[in-house]
């Protein structure tokens, strides 16, 4: 409180602003066990783990007047448009009193990538990527059981194919930046879980040096 820094910091962020939070990205394609290992880093690591997925379920639960159409985009793959999306993680982050987000499913698409950014200001400090192939998630996405309404075969086509044309790009474009950390994810969760350590207890060293 009150040193020089933590004012330079105030006027960066915008008058009372508080730091900005730390944000990982964890993407994946659809059934590649992102909310899986997430829940591992809360307890290991004590981020907290905002799905956009969940979110976007939540709202057409609570009624709000955008449930129908988030509610149809989901049952035919389809990326909701990000000002619907962003609204719900800035609101989540606010509500939180952690300063660490693991954001999983989300940027979705290019414009996910672009609105997030100008919006928020927020760089992903990196980019933990699920890489798994469409047999292994295909067949993960038929027993996941959860009850959802995009987890049949005509819908699970069309999000691999909306994964291939639009998200991959957004993790070619994280690549090209240095900021990916991509993890074999076809193995079992055990052991995609050392592998997802490796990246937390590293880039913890890093800090610390
Ligand atoms: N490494 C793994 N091996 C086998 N099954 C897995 C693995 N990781 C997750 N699963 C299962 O696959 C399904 C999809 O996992 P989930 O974490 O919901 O993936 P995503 O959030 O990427 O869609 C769930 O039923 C989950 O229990
Ligand atoms: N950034 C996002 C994330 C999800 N969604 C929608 O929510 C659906 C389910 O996303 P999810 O992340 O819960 O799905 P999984 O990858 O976990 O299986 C997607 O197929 C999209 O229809 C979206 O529109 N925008
Ligand atoms: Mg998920």
């Excluded at 880093?41 to 449930?67: C, M, P, Q, W």
Aim: include cysteine; charged fraction near 30%; aromatic fraction near 8%.
């Amino acid at each position: 409180m009150g040193t020089v820094v933590d004012a330079a910091n105030k006027e960066a962020n915008g008058s009372i602003a508080e730091k900005k939070p730390t944000v990982i990205f964890v993407l994946g394609g659809p059934g590649s066990g992102k909310g899986t290992q997430c829940a591992n880093i809360v307890k290991h690591f004590g981020y907290t783990h905002l799905s956009a997925g969940d979110l976007l379920r939540a709202e057409i639960k609570s009624g709000s007047e955008n449930g129908t159409m988030i509610q149809n985009m989901i049952k035919e793959g389809k990326i909701v448009p990000s000002e619907v999306t962003i609204k719900l993680l800035q609101k989540a982050i606010q509500e939180n009193g952690n300063d660490k987000f693991l954001i999983d499913g989300f940027p979705r698409n290019e414009e996910n990538r672009a609105a997030f950014e100008e919006v928020t200001k927020i760089e992903p400090e990196f980019v933990l990527f699920f890489d798994c192939s469409e047999e292994e998630m295909e067949r993960r996405l038929l027993g996941r059981n959860q009850g959802r309404e995009d987890d049949n075969i005509e819908t699970i086509r069309k999000r691999f194919n909306v994964f291939l044309e639009s998200s991959l790009p957004v993790v070619q474009y994280y690549e090209s930046k240095g900021k990916v950390r991509k993890i074999d994810a076809a193995k079992p969760v055990e052991e995609v879980f050392e592998a997802v350590k490796a990246v937390f207890n590293a880039k913890d060293e890093k800090a610390a040096a």
